[in-house]
C-alpha cells in the first residue's frame, strides 16, 4: 500500500510527521534523549560496578515524547540480574553432547556448585518459554515495600507527590537470572527468509550473541505456569535501534491509538492490557521485516495503515506471534471473541480515518500552542521541544548527581591509598573512551577531576614523602579551575588554603557569597525544574524559527561537548551560556568532604569528619550494592558556610584583623537554616564557634557550642572538644586574673 504518488496523503502524512516531531518524537530529539540515557547508564554503572541493571522501554529508546505531548508519562522499565551466582544451563544443548562430553562437562564444575548453584533449563513445547527443573528452590520473590506492587514479573514501584498525593513516577523492575545459551526454540528465526532483508545477517549475529535472560514468570494459560520462567531476548534493543524513523513513527503512533483509543473501550484491567506495548513492538518487527512498502515520510499515512491492518490479522486469527520465537502467542484466553470483534472493528474504523490521531488526547496541548496544528507554528514549536527537553535533561542531572543522589561517592574507600585513587582515574578513562556519544560529559569529568585531586592530596599530606602525588593533585585540580558549580570551586579553595595559598584562595571564593543563595532540597527540584523551564519557554516564545533553530544547534553542540560554530545570534548568547552554567536557577549544591579527604581539609572539617558517627543512614541499600555511609562517612556542608569559613581561615592566616572581623560578623549573622544542609544544624554551630573561638570571642564560641550540644548531646560531638577548650581557656583566664596585682 502506498499513497505516496497522492498529494492529499503527502501533505497529510507529512503534517503528521510534524506534529509527531512538536510533540517530542522528531529524529533529533529522540537520538539526544536515547544518547543521554545510555551515557548516564554507562556512567552509573562505572561508578558502582555491581549494578548489573538493563533499562528498556521509552525512556531508554528516547521516545517517552516532549514538553507539549499531553500522553500518560512513560514508566521505568528496569531488568535486574540477580542471583549471578546461580548457573543456568541449557538442557537441549547438553543432550546433544556425546557421553564423554558429559562426563567431562559435569566433572569439571566444582562440588559446591553441584548442589546449591547449578541447574538446567528445559524447552516447554506447548508453551515455549523456559521450565526450570529446580524452580521452586530459587528466592526469586524479593521483599515487597508499601510502595511496590507486583505486575506479572515486573514490581512496580510507584512514587507520589507528598503535597498533591499524585503519581509522579512509575518503576517497573523485573528481576531476571542470567541464561548464558541461545535458545534452541529461537533458531528458526536465525534461518527464515526474511522479504525485505530485515534485519541483516550481521544484525542477526548480534541480537544471538546478546542471548537471553530468564524472568521469573510463565505463560498464563499454562498449568505449568508456576514453574515456568518466561525468556527475554536481549537482542531485543538492538532490533528497535536499526528501525528507520518512519517505522519508529508507526510505532509512536500504535502506542497512541493503544493507550487513547482501545483502551478506554474496556473497563477490566485484564481487557486492557490484551495490546501491550510488548505487542506493539513485537508487531512493527514483523512488519519491518515483510511489509515491502515505502517506508518513508510522504508515505506515513499508509505505512500506519499497513501497520493497523496486519494487526487487525493477527487479532482476527487471535495469534500474535513472539518476532524471535514464532511458537509464542503474545495473545492469550484473555483475547475472547467478543473482544476480538470489538478491537477488529475499531482498528478499521480508525484504519480508514487515519487523522483522528491528531484529535486523541496524546495531542491536547499542542493542539492549543500550534493554533490547531498551523504548520509554522509546528516548526517552531518542533526546535522549542528538542531545546526545552535538553535543558530539562541537564538541569534534572545536574540536581540528581550533585545533590540527591551521591553518585561520585560509590568508590570511596575510609583512607586515601593510590588504589581508590587509580579506581577513580580508570573511571574517568572509560568515559573519555565510551564509545556511543556523551552527553553532559563535562559535568562528570570535573567532578571525578576533584575526586582524583583532593584524594591525590589527602595522601600527600598523610604521607608526605610521595611528591609526585602532590604533582597529580595539582593537575587534577587546575582542571577544575574554570567549573561554574560552587560545590566544585570550595573543593579546590580548600586546597589552596591547605598549600597556604591564601590569595588565590580567596580569589576563588571572591564572588560567591553574593551569588549563592540557597541550595535546592529534593522535594524543591520539581518546583525548580518548572521554574526554570517556564523562564525559558517565555524567551523562546518570542524568537524567530531561524533563531530557534541556530539555539538548538547550539545547545545541542554544548551538551554533546562539541564546538559550537553556528552564528548564534549575539543577543541570544546569555540563553546558551545559562544553558552551560545557571539555567536560570543558579544552582548551588551541598560540599562534600569524605573521610578519605580528612588531610586536605582544615582542622574545624578534620574535627567533624571524625565526628561523624559510626552508624550512617544507609544510601539506597536495596537498590545498589554499593559501600554503605558507616562504612565512607562524610559532612555536607552547605556552600555559603563553607565560603565564608574559608574567607575567615585566610584572612586570619593573613593577619588581615578588619576583613577577617566582617566575615565573622556575616557568619555571626547567619541563621542555622539560612545556612544548612538537611537540617544539620550541629556542623552550623561546631564552624561558627570555632571562628568565634579562634577570635577569642569565647562569649559567642559558647553560646552556639551550647546550641550544638542541645542539639546533639554526644561525646562524638566535635562540640564538645570546644567546651573543654573554652574551659581550659577560662580557667587561665580566672588563675591570672586571681594573680595579678590590684
Known amino acids: 500500500m502506498d499513497y505516496s504518488g497522492n498529494d492529499s496523503e503527502k501533505t497529510n502524512s507529512l503534517l503528521l510527521k510534524s506534529v509527531l516531531d512538536a510533540a517530542g518524537f522528531s529524529p533529533t530529539e529522540i537520538k539526544s534523549n536515547k544518547n543521554c540515557h545510555a551515557f548516564n547508564d554507562f556512567v552509573t554503572k562505572q561508578m558502582c560496578k555491581a549494578y548489573t541493571g538493563i533499562y528498556v522501554g521509552s525512556r531508554a529508546e528516547g521516545i517517552a515524547g516532549g514538553l507539549y505531548y499531553s500522553g500518560e508519562q512513560s514508566d521505568i522499565d528496569a531488568i535486574k540480574i540477580f542471583l549471578q551466582e546461580y548457573k543456568v544451563y541449557d538442557n537441549d544443548s547438553f543432550n546433544m553432547f556425546s557421553e564423554k562430553e558429559k562426563e567431562d562437562f559435569l566433572g569439571n564444575i566444582p562440588k559446591e556448585m553441584k548442589e546449591d548453584l ?10 515455549p518459554v523456559i521450565r526450570q527443573q529446580l524452580a521452586e528452590d530459587l528466592n526469586t520473590i524479593r521483599d515487597i515495600t508499601n510502595n511496590i506492587e507486583q505486575n506479572g514479573p515486573a514490581s512496580t514501584e510507584k512514587c507520589y507527590d507528598n503535597n498533591s498525593n499524585s503519581l509522579t513516577l512509575v ?16 533458531n528458526d528465526w536465525i534461518n527464515r527468509s526474511k522479504d525485505t532483508d530485515w534485519p541483516t545477517e550481521q544484525i542477526i549475529k548480534q541480537v544471538v550473541a546478546d542471548k537471553c535472560l530468564l524472568a521469573p514468570f510463565g505463560h498464563v494459560d499454562s498449568s505449568n505456569k508456576s514453574i515456568q520462567w518466561r525468556l527475554s531476548m536481549r537482542g531485543e534493543n538492538v532490533l528497535f535501534g536499526i528501525l528507520n524513523n518512519v517505522q519508529i513513527y508507526c510505532y509512536i503512533m500504535l502506542k497512541i491509538i493503544m493507550k487513547d483509543r482501545i483502551r478506554p473501550l474496556f473497563h477490566r484491567a ?21 511489509e515491502t512498502i515505502n517506508w518513508t515520510y510522504s508515505n506515513l499515512i499508509g505505512c500506519l495503515q499497513s501497520c493497523i491492518q496486519k494487526l487487525i490479522k493477527f487479532v482476527k486469527e487471535g495469534y500474535l506471534p513472539h518476532y524471535i520465537i514464532e511458537e509464542r502467542n503474545l495473545f ?11 478491537l477488529q472493528v475499531d482498528l478499521h474504523d480508525f484504519k480508514d480515518n487515519i487523522m483522528d490521531i491528531l484529535y486523541l488526547k496524546s495531542f491536547e496541548t499542542l493542539q492549543e500552542f500550534s493554533g490547531n496544528f498551523c504548520p509554522k507554528l509546528l516548526e517552531k514549536t518542533s ?67 576533584s575526586i582524583i585531586g583532593m584524594l591525590s592530596y589527602s595522601l600527600y599530606r598523610q604521607i608526605p614523602q610521595q611528591k609526585q602525588v602532590l604533582d597529580e593533585a595539582i593537575q587534577y585540580l587546575d582542571l577544575t579551575k574554570k567549573s561554574p558549580r560552587s560545590c566544585i570551586l570550595l573543593r579546590l579553595a580548600i586546597f589552596f588554603l591547605m598549600e597556604r595559598k591564601f590569595e588565590s584562595a580567596i580569589e576563588v571564593c571572591s564572588n560567591l557569597p553574593s551569588r549563592i543563595t540557597d541550595i535546592t532540597p529534593t522535594k524543591r527540584l520539581d518546583d525548580k525544574i518548572y521554574q526554570s523551564k517556564k523562564h525559558l519557554l517565555i524567551l523562546l516564545l518570542s524568537m524567530k524559527t531561524e533563531s530557534l533553530r541556530k539555539l538548538k544547534e547550539s545547545i545541542l553542540s554544548a551538551s554533546y561537548s562539541e564546538e559550537i560554530q553556528n552564528g548564534l545570534p549575539s543577543e541570544y548568547c546569555y540563553i546558551l551560556d545559562e544553558n552551560k552554567n545557571g539555567m536560570f536557577l ?18 574545624v572539617l578534620q574535627y567533624e569528619l571524625l565526628s561523624v558517627p559510626e552508624k550512617l543512614k544507609s544510601f539506597y541499600e536495596d537498590r545498589f550494592p554499593c559501600p554503605k555511609y558507616d562504612d565512607v562517612p562524610s559532612i555536607r556542608i ?11 581561615l585566610c584572612y586570619q592566616a593573613l593577619g588581615r584583623r578588619k576583613l577577617c572581623h566582617e566575615v565573622l560578623t556575616k557568619l555571626n549573622y547567619l541563621t542555622a537554616k539560612e545556612a544548612t544542609v538537611g537540617e544539620n544544624y550541629v556542623l552550623f554551630y561546631n564552624v561558627v564557634a570555632y571562628c568565634n573561638k579562634n577570635s577569642g570571642d569565647y562569649r559567642k ?6 546550641r550544638s550540644l542541645k542539639t546533639k548531646p554526644s561525646r562524638r560531638n566535635a562540640a564538645f572538644g570546644y567546651l573543654k577548650y573554652v574551659i581550659n581557656q577560662s580557667l587561665t583566664l580566672v588563675r591570672e586574673w586571681k594573680i595579678c596585682p590590684n
Open 332 to 342: 492469550n484466553s484473555k483475547l475472547t471473541p467478543s473482544i476480538s470483534t470489538i
Open 383 to 449: 526546535e522549542r521541544s528538542v531545546i526545552l527537553q535538553c535543558w530539562e535533561d541537564k538541569i534534572k542531572r545536574l540536581y540528581l548527581n550533585f545533590t540527591h543522589f551521591q553518585l561520585f561517592w560509590f568508590n570511596y574507600d575510609r583512607y586515601p591509598s593510590l588504589e581508590s585513587i587509580q579506581r577513580y582515574k580508570d573511571i574517568l578513562s572509560e568515559i573519555e573512551n565510551y564509545k556511543g556519544t556523551t552527553v553532559f560529559k563535562n559535568e562528570y569529568t570535573v567532578m571525578i577531576n
Open 118 to 127: 547449578f541447574c538446567f533449563a528445559l524447552h516447554d513445547r506447548e508453551f
Open 270 to 290: 485484564d481487557e486492557k492490557d490484551i495490546l501491550s506495548s510488548y505487542c506493539l513492538k513485537n508487531l512493527i518487527f514483523w512488519c519491518a521485516e515483510k
Open 638 to 648: 552547605h556552600p555559603l558556610l563553607n565560603c565564608y569559613l574559608l574567607q575567615y
Open 701 to 706: 564560641a559558647t553560646k552556639y557550642i551550647l
Open 171 to 186: 518503576s517497573d523492575s523485573v528481576a531476571c537470572l542470567e541464561y548464558n545459551h541461545w535458545p534452541s526454540c529461537a
Open 586 to 603: 543558579q544552582p548551588h549544591f551541598k560540599v562534600t568532604y569524605m573521610t578519605a579527604e580528612m588531610w586536605a581539609v582544615p582542622d
